[in-house]
Nanobody, 116 residues
Framework: QVQLVESGGGLVQPGGSLRLSCTPS????????MGWYRQAPQKERELVAT???????NYADSVKGRFTISRDMELNTVYLQMNSLKPDDTAVYYC??????????WGKGTLVTVSS
């Protein structure tokens, strides 16, 4: 079964940066939108950012101006550059992709901890 594999999480101090990456375990045809979601302890999973196959980004208000989503169409890889990190950004970050055939894929998540 195809999975999305995330990498790049870790511990960072407030104000620091991290870059997350996500790539499928094998080729997925017809990917439409790729994106990142996050789930903090005791909270619901929420959208962070998405990017269409036309590379049009969409961001949650809480990360606008600090996070940048990008995509490598050939590699089916999506990235999330996170700058000016805050303790409130601490969460498990999940990669997501959907296809024009209405299939959905999720990663297992990567933990981002922002703490001094």
């Amino acid at each position: 079964q195809v999975q999305l594999v995330e990498s790049g999480g870790g511990l960072v101090q407030p104000g620091g940066s991290l870059r997350l990456s996500c790539t499928p375990s094998r080729i997925i045809f017809g990917i439409n939108i790729m994106g990142w979601y996050r789930q903090a302890p005791q909270k619901e999973r929420e959208l962070v950012a998405t990017i269409s196959n036309g590379c049009n980004p969409n961001y949650a208000d809480s990360v606008k101006g600090r996070f940048t989503i990008s995509r490598d169409m050939e590699l089916n890889t999506v990235y999330l550059q996170m700058n000016s990190l805050k303790p409130d950004d601490t969460a498990v970050y999940y990669c997501h992709a959907d296809t024009i055939g209405a299939m959905e894929y999720w990663g297992k998540g990567t933990l981002v901890t922002v703490s001094s």
